[in-house]
């Protein structure tokens, strides 16, 4: 038998990643809200003790309690009841990822808007197998507060009842991924309408909305579907010259 070659194997190695403290104490405080350890409305230990338990400096912790209050998981108050508190979560922090893709040119706002037609084709498919009589109630309402502002030439709350109407039919498909994933690109869309001016004719998002609550009451998806579609395809032709309700 030949002997054995003694030259070493070629293979390369991944460098080892090393991370910051502070780093590692936020991660640490997310694997306690995975487990739920932690919960909103929670107080975290003060930072003294949290530096002791986790063997690391109190600046770490520092710098790790004002990061996790950036991304939104933390709010710290000040004062003999202050201290670091876990807070509910909303959609800002996945709007706030979105705007800054945009920005960035990462995505652009034809993408997003795209994106959010495909979602929204979904979301009132499903909303006309799961609405339920209060869910078509609170949709009503709307297109009535809705008709109110427009009546009194408040355009400001009428973009705040354009989002709460997709906040509805989101809600209305009992899925709660999907009313943060309808909040935050409708946040995102809307703040570049916002900087534009108004065009969509009342009496006509009023008729379509009318229509769109009323295929979904009945459990027509695919009239539903048609509904909407129609909507988003004027308001995205609106979007690149002038702000729509979308």
Known sequence: MSAKSSAPVEIDFDKIQTHRTFEVV???VR?????????PGDKLPAERKMAEQLGVSRSAVREALRSLEIVGL???????KGGAFIVAATSENLTQVLRD???????SLQDLSEARALLLDMVVRLAAERATPED?????????????????GRGEERLKCAFEFYHQLAASTQNRAVVYLVDSQTSVVQAYMHLRTWNMPADELLRSRDRLIRHISDGNADLAARELRRHLQKVSHLLWT?????
Not at 101 to 107: K, P, S, T
């Open 136 to 152: 078509i109630a609170a949709l009503e309402a709307n297109i009535e507060r809705t008709r109110q502002v427009i009546a009194a």
């Open 242 to 246: 002038q702000a729509a309700d979308g």
């Open 31 to 39: 694997e306690k809200l995975a487990s739920g350890h932690l919960k």
């Open 74 to 80: 933390l709010r710290l108050q000040k004062g003999v």
């Open 26 to 28: 936020c991660e640490k």
């Open 101 to 107: 893709l945009v920005c960035l040119d990462a995505i």
